[in-house]
């Protein structure tokens, strides 16, 4: 399972998405997150699944790839389809168990709330497959440059994030040697009570944050070795520049936008 997840994995392709500029990207998926939870029609959630199989399709990322990275966040899933059955009141009662009561309304809320999920995982996901570290730091730098005005550190919280994002597959794969490795030696992950599964993982955990904090340190080290001061007066190999197709992305996802906005007023509910 671990090595299924894509959030913060590059997938190098020459696609009409991996050559738009980051910035367009990025506002891209702040504009898919928000039309998301905009939409609450049968209508809203037909357009959002339209543009988001439609981004995938221009981005040439396997689909099956976006597919695997669901397997890392079922249980997520499970937790909150339970919850939001169980917990949402409604007037019309579907099931009645002892104090259980399932409720149309509960059913609908967990089917929304599970298809926002997964949509929100997909698309941030697609972000990161199409753009590289580097370039993903340099469009929200870009993009936060006026907060600059007001002292806040920009270069430094998108060095940050970007190093993040770069860390998570790297992570994943000691995760999952350690593991192996622990396996070996007669650690048992998966059988037992959910209390000694808890236990089994402390050998997993411990050498798992000795290693981050020693690849922390290396990254730290390597940065002051190269004089690494911020990003004052520093330029880039690649400066960004917008393009004819940047402009057309923009007013895509203006279009979109205003679409969902029309949905949510006059689209109706969910039947």
């Known amino acids: 399972m671990l090595g299924e997840i894509t959030l913060g994995q590059y997938y190098p392709a020459d696609s009409v998405i991996h050559r738009l ?145 770069r860390f998570i597959p790297i992570l994943t794969e000691e995760t999952d040697r350690i593991m192996k490795a622990q396996i070996a030696r007669g650690a048992d992950f998966k059988t037992g009570s959910f209390i000694n599964r808890i236990k089994n993982m402390v050998p997993l955990l411990v050498p798992l944050f000795v290693s981050a904090f020693q690849r922390a340190n290396d990254l730290a080290m390597a940065m002051e070795a190269r004089c690494y001061h911020g990003g004052e007066g520093r330029t880039r190999m690649k400066p960004l520049r917008y393009t004819a197709a940047d402009r057309v992305g923009y007013l895509v996802l203006a279009l979109f936008l205003a679409a969902a906005i029309l949905l949510r007023i006059f689209g109706g509910g969910w039947i």
């Open 21 to 165: 500029d980051p910035r367009v990207k990025f506002v891209g998926t702040l504009t898919f997150i928000v039309a998301l939870f905009l939409v609450k029609g049968f209508l809203g959630y037909v357009m959002v699944t339209l543009f988001l199989l439609g981004v995938i399709k221009a981005s040439t990322v396997p689909f099956g790839m976006m597919l695997r990275g669901m397997k890392a966040i079922i249980f997520i899933l499970l937790i909150t389809a339970v919850f939001n059955v169980f917990l949402t009141p409604g007037e019309i009662v579907l099931v009645k168990v002892w104090k259980l009561t399932i409720t149309r309304e509960g059913v609908l809320q967990a089917v929304r709330m599970a298809v926002r999920l997964i949509y929100l995982v997909i698309g941030s996901s697609l972000m990161t497959l199409t753009t590289t570290p580097n370039s993903l730091t340099d469009g929200m730098e870009a993009l936060f440059s006026p907060l600059k005005v007001i002292h806040v550190p920009v270069h430094e919280i998108a060095m940050m994030m970007s190093i993040a994002l």
